[in-house]
């Protein structure tokens, strides 16, 4: 697997279409597909359900890297498991029994992430991570799209690269939030290997050419 790994983030399309905005993913090289799921609640927006994960699934050979942005994460986890997610990340700050239902994740053959807000440092999830397929960072407050990044969130990136090497898991750490390529070499540097992005990738008039671009950092 060649890293970094880019995964255009849906929240950012045009959902009027969405099977036009995969299929641009699918020509564009990335490797991913991030859905973002909210619920109005845990973030101030409502995005979509397991039917269109199912409906899209079929349109893809992507990973598709399901992100709930939602509380009670644990009565959503088995409807996204069969509607085709391939990774289910849920918020640490979110749930009381965050181990639960990493193992639940599993049980259902997915990959298990877990993510944390701009205002959650990397200590509040720091036990889990034995138990983690990946850690997503968010670097702006989760909601919307088209925000600028948060640059002492990168500070965890790099406190995660760190215990990740000290404790030698396998975990993948993800980034969300304002990158493009200005911020993009940021988040590498400091020890990302899945760069989301939704605003630079759906405005770019050439998606392959950045997600090139991207990639060559």
């Not at 849906?10 to 036009?20: E, K, M, N």
């Not at 877990?114 to 702006?140: K, N, R």
Request: a negative charge; charged letters at 15%.
């Amino acid at each position: 697997m060649k890293y970094p790994l880019i995964a255009p983030s849906l929240l950012s399309a045009d959902f009027s279409h969405f099977a036009a905005a995969v299929a641009a993913i699918e020509a564009s090289g990335a490797e991913w597909l991030h859905l973002d799921v909210m619920d109005g609640q845990f973030v101030p927006n409502l995005t979509f359900g397991p039917k269109l994960v199912a409906d899209l699934r079929s349109q893809s050979s992507a990973v598709f890297d399901v992100h709930l942005m939602t509380y009670t994460p644990e009565n959503l986890v088995a409807a996204f498991a069969q509607a085709g997610a391939d990774y289910i990340t849920f918020h640490g700050e979110a749930v009381v029994h965050a181990h639960r239902l990493l193992g639940h994740i599993r049980t259902l053959g997915k990959k298990a992430g877990i993510s944390i807000v701009p205002s959650t440092s990397v200590s509040g999830i720091e036990e889990l991570l034995p138990f983690v397929d990946m850690v997503l960072v968010m670097t702006v407050d989760p909601g919307f799209g088209g925000q600028e990044l948060i640059p002492s969130c990168l500070k965890k990136i790099k406190t995660l690269a760190y215990l990740r090497e000290q404790g030698q898991y396998g975990f993948l750490i993800s980034v969300d939030g304002g990158i493009h390529e200005s911020t993009a070499p940021l988040a590498l540097e400091a020890g990302a290997d899945v760069l989301v992005t939704g605003s630079a990738f759906f405005k770019a008039q050439d998606k392959a050419a950045l997600v090139r671009r991207l990639k060559g950092l």
